[in-house]
C-alpha cells in the first residue's frame, strides 16, 4: 500500500515566536514544490500562532501542537486544550513523546486520553512510543514498544486510525545524533505494524504511517525513508534550521 510520507518537525522548547517568522520565510520557498510529503511545523503552544499567519499562504505546510491536556476547560494552570490548538489553526499534535513521559511523568492512560480528546476535538495525532538504552540492552524493546502501542492506543475504532500516525523514537536515539540503523528501525516498525493487525486488522494496520524520529539529519533521511515501513520523520535538532529542515523534507 502507499502510504503518504509525513515529516513534522519537533521545535521542543525553541524558537520564539518572533524568530519563527525568520524561519517561516525563509523555509516556504525551499519547499514551495514539495507535494509528496506532508509537512508539519509543531511550535511550542506560545509560537503556533505567529507560525499559522505566516503559513497563510502556503497551502502544503500544517502545524500541530506538542502536547495537550486532556479535558475540555477549566481550573488547569499552565495547561493548554485541544481546541485552543485547533482555534490556532493546528491539525496536529504529538503526543507521548518520550521527553513528556519522562520528565512530566506521563502514562499511557494518560496519553490515551489525550489521543481522545485530540480526535474527538478533529485534531490528528502523532502518538510516540519508544524504548530507553537500558530497556533495549535487556532485550526488553519489544515488550516496551507493545505496552506503549496497545495501551496509549486502546479502546480506538479503525476509523480512529486514520486519524493517528505513530512515531517510533528510540530514546536513546532522541538528541545523542546517533540514530537507529534503518535495520534497526524497519525492525521495530514491522513489530508495530503487526501489532496493529491484531489490534485492528490487517487494511488498518497497512494504512498506518510510523515515523521514525531519533537523530533524524539530511544525511540519514534517505535510507531511513528507504525502509519498506518506515513513513516519514519526527524531527527534532534538525528541524531548527530551515535549509537543513527543507533538506529532509525534500529528501526525493
Ligand atoms: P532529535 O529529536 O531529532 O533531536 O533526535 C527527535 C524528537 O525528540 O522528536
Not at 534550521?241 to 529532509?248: L, R, V
Amino acid at each position: 500500500m502507499k502510504r503518504t510520507p509525513v515529516i513534522a518537525a519537533n521545535w521542543k522548547m525553541n524558537i520564539t515566536p518572533s524568530e519563527s517568522e525568520g524561519f517561516v520565510k525563509a523555509f516556504i520557498p525551499l519547499v514551495k514544490d514539495n507535494r509528496e510529503v506532508e509537512i508539519v511545523l509543531c511550535p511550542s503552544s506560545p509560537t503556533i500562532e505567529r507560525v499559522t499567519r505566516s503559513l497563510k499562504d502556503a497551502q502544503n505546510i500544517k502545524t500541530g501542537g506538542q502536547n495537550i491536556y486532556f479535558e475540555v476547560n477549566g481550573a488547569f494552570t499552565g495547561e493548554t486544550s485541544a481546541s485552543m490548538l485547533k482555534d490556532l489553526g493546528c491539525s496536529y499534535v504529538i503526543l507521548g513523546h518520550s521527553e513528556r513521559r519522562e520528565i512530566f511523568h506521563e502514562t499511557n492512560d494518560m496519553v490515551n486520553k489525550k489521543v481522545k480528546k485530540a480526535l474527538q476535538t478533529g485534531l490528528s495525532c502523532i502518538v510516540c512510543v519508544g524504548e530507553k538504552l537500558s530497556e533495549r540492552q535487556n532485550g526488553r524493546t519489544e515488550s516496551v514498544v507493545k505496552d506503549h502501542v496497545t495501551n496509549s492506543l486502546a479502546n480506538f475504532s479503525k476509523d480512529d486510525m486514520k486519524n493517528i500516525v505513530i512515531a517510533y523514537e528510540p530514546v536513546w536515539a532522541i538528541g545523542t545524533g546517533v540514530n537507529a540503523t534503518p535495520e534497526q528501525a524497519e525492525e521495530v516498525h514491522v513489530f508495530i505494524r503487526g501489532l496493529l493487525k491484531d489490534m485492528f486488522d490487517e487494511e488498518t494496520a497497512e494504512a498506518t504511517r510510523i515515523q521514525y524520529g531519533g537523530s533524524v539529519k539530511p544525511e540519514n533521511i534517505k535510507e531511513l525513508m528507504a525502509q519498506k515501513n518506515i513513513d516519514g520523520a519526527l524531527v527534532g535538532g534538525a528541524s531548527l534550521k530551515p535549509d537543513s529542515f527543507a533538506k529532509i523534507v525534500n529528501y526525493q
